[in-house]
């Protein structure tokens, strides 16, 4: 079961739609034209089942056959707010300042692959139900999909999903077990001193010095608080304090990001973060406001889904099929699926094309009819008619 005839019969088709998501990128929760385009082609493959709005502006549709499991497959919508820079192609982005630079016009693309030939062929017994979530770009529209009843309204037994890798080669689908992406907190901390003239600092409490030693205190919570065996990213990456040469500010701010695959060590860390901040200051006599924002959860692929998932690529891709799925401390809202139901999240290599977020990143249409063919093949195999 290489890459499927019949999707290859029509891939100028899911080229054509990846082009037009591509030139008329929509920001999170702003895919009211994206969604539209969706349901749209969704009606021409004669899906059963159509439901628009999932999420503010997601969409939600079914493919039935006969009575058996549930299988939900997934692609988000998306755009980024980035002008875009690869204006030799033809279908470059007509809008300024925001571009499909993390794939998921790709992503969409191939989920629309999946349902034309499922629905077409219904070679299964039970029922696809196929999720175009908005918001993946760090407003959680999975989140938003579920709160409004995703699952309740269609149940589903288990879900997959992927995402596109530059820099993995072309066209590998890449699953296993384990956590793949991290949990992705966000920190603000306000370093509250004395301000006073340059020259007379002992009338002061500097903020800044003050935050320079927090600064270096915060890098032991990687280093001598957590297990060298788990994974912790601590980053303070802006600072912010003072105007001119003469004078010793007030106050000072802080702002980065804790990231984690597990919660326990998250919260470890957070509990850590807290009382260095609160100590420092202490230390210099200033006072400190912590803000800890809590993102996305980390992306933990189950593991009997792993392993089927990895059976259905080695069937599509054959030895472009990886068991080595190489986590990153990206984050993905995928997690609030895969926290709800048993799942797995794959890579898809894009070959060696610029990063994701990059305004000279484009997906790659070589990849679009196997990922279309695995999405198919996972709802196939797992709903298998024998
Ligand atoms: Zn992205
Ligand atoms: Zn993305």
Known sequence: ???????????????????YFHENP????????????????????????????????GVVATIESGSGKSIGLRGDMDALPI??????????????????ACGHDGHTAMLLGAAKYLSE????????VLIFQPAEEGYAGAKAMIDDGLFKKYPIDEIYGMHNIPGLGKGIIAVDEGPKLAAADNFIVKILGKGAHAAMPANSIDPILCASS???????????????KETLVVTVASINSGEANNVIPDEAELTGTIRYYDK??????????????????????ANSKIKIKSGYPPTVNHQANSKFAYEVAKKVVGMKASSTQIPMMGSEDFSYFLEKVPGAFAWIGNG???????????????????????????????????
């Not at 079961?1 to 082009?19: A, C, D, G, L, V």
């Not at 219904?122 to 029922?127: A, D, L, Q, S, V």
């Not at 305004?359 to 996972?378: H, M, Q, V, W």
């Open 83 to 100: 002008t875009e820079e690869n204006t030799n192609t033809k279908y470059c982005s007509k809008i300024k300042g925001k571009m499909h």
């Open 26 to 57: 929509e920001l999170a929760y702003k895919e009211k034209n994206t969604a539209k385009k969706v349901v749209q082609l969704l009606k021409s493959f004669k899906v059963d089942k159509i439901e628009t709005g999932f999420g503010k502006t």
């Open 264 to 285: 326990a060590v998250g919260t470890y860390a957070k509990d850590r973060f807290s009382n260095i901040v609160k100590n420092t200051c202490k230390l210099f006599g």
């Open 1 to 19: 079961m290489p890459i499927k005839n019949r999707i290859s019969k029509f891939e100028n088709e899911i080229t054509q739609w990846r082009h």
């Open 352 to 386: 060696n094309s610029a990063p994701l977020h990059n305004p000279k990143y484009d997906f790659n249409d070589s990849i679009l009819t196997t990922g279309s063919s695995y999405l198919a093949s996972l709802a196939e195999e797992k709903l298998n008619k024998s």
């Open 214 to 228: 927090l600064i270096q205190n915060l890098q032991s919570i990687v280093s001598r608080n957590v297990n060298p």
């Open 121 to 128: 062929t219904r070679n299964f017994k039970g029922r696809v």
